[in-house]
C-alpha cells in the first residue's frame, strides 16, 4: 500500500486518475486509502482540495465507462453465442432483465462495496444497460463516493488513516448485506416460471 501512496504522492493528480481509473477496473489498488490520503495532501495544501475531488472523479469515471463498454462490446456478444449450447439462454434474458430493473441500483451503491464495484459496470454492459442510464447511476454514484473519501481525508487531517480502520469495520457487513439482497433477488427471478 506504501508503494501506491508514494505514487499518489509523487505524480499528484495524475496519480490519482490513474490510480482509481485501474483501481476501478479491478486492479487491486486500495481505492478509499489513496482518496482519503489525496483528501489530506488537499489538508496539507499539497493539493488542491475541489481539483483532488475532481480529478478523483474523472479518474473513477474512466475506469467504470471502460468497464461497462468492454461488457457491451465482448461479454453480451461471448454469453448470446454460448448461452444457447449449454441452456442457460433464457435464464440469461431473465438476468438481463432483474439487471435492467435493479442493476442501476447495485451501480450506484456498488462504489462503497470492495469486489462489487469492480462487477458493476461489466454486468451493466453484458445486461446491455442504455448508456443513459447507466451514466446517471455510474456517475452519480462515482461523485458521490469520491466526494466522500477525498472529503474524509480532507477534515480527519493528520488523522486521515481512520478511514482506513473504519471503512473496512463498517463497510463490509454493509456490503455482505447488500450482495446478498441482490443474489437473493436475483436468484428468486431466475426461478420464477415464465
Same mark, same amino acid.
Given at each position: 500500500?506504501?508503494?501506491? #501512496? ?7 493528480? #495524475? ?7 485501474? $483501481? ?18 488537499? =489538508?496539507?495544501?499539497? @493539493? ?8 478523483? /472523479? ?10 461497462? +463498454? @468492454? $461488457?457491451?462490446?465482448? $461479454?453480451?456478444?461471448? #454469453? ?42 461489466? /454486468? ?11 451514466? *446517471? =447511476? ?8 469520491? +466526494?466522500? /473519501? *477525498? ?24 456490503? *455482505? +448485506?447488500?450482495?446478498?439482497? +441482490? @443474489? ?11
Amino acid at each position: 500500500m506504501n508503494s501506491f #501512496l508514494s505514487f499518489v504522492a509523487e505524480y499528484s493528480y #495524475l496519480g490519482i486518475f490513474l490510480a482509481l481509473g485501474l $483501481g476501478i477496473m479491478g486492479l487491486p489498488i486500495p481505492d478509499e486509502t489513496l482518496m482519503a490520503f489525496a483528501g489530506f495532501m488537499a =489538508f496539507q495544501g499539497r @493539493l488542491y482540495y475541489p481539483s483532488a475531488v475532481l480529478v478523483a /472523479f474523472v479518474g473513477t469515471s474512466c475506469g467504470i465507462t471502460i468497464g461497462y +463498454l @468492454l $461488457g457491451k462490446a465482448y $461479454g453480451h456478444p461471448f #454469453l448470446e453465442k454460448y448461452s444457447a449450447r449449454v441452456h442457460i439462454k433464457r435464464k440469461l434474458h431473465k438476468a438481463e432483465k432483474w439487471y435492467s430493473r435493479y442493476g442501476k441500483f447495485a451501480l450506484f451503491i456498488g462504489y462503497f462495496i470492495p469486489g462489487v464495484r469492480h462487477f458493476t459496470a461489466i /454486468f451493466a454492459g453484458i445486461a446491455l444497460m442504455p448508456y443513459r442510464v447507466f451514466a *446517471v =447511476f455510474a456517475y452519480g454514484g462515482g461523485l458521490l463516493w469520491t +466526494l466522500t /473519501f *477525498v472529503s474524509l481525508g480532507y477534515f480527519l487531517g493528520k488523522k486521515w488513516e481512520l478511514v482506513l480502520t473504519y471503512s473496512h469495520k463498517y463497510t463490509v457487513p454493509f456490503a *455482505v +448485506l447488500i450482495t446478498l439482497l +441482490l @443474489l437473493f433477488n436475483l436468484l428468486k427471478t431466475l426461478r420464477r416460471p415464465k
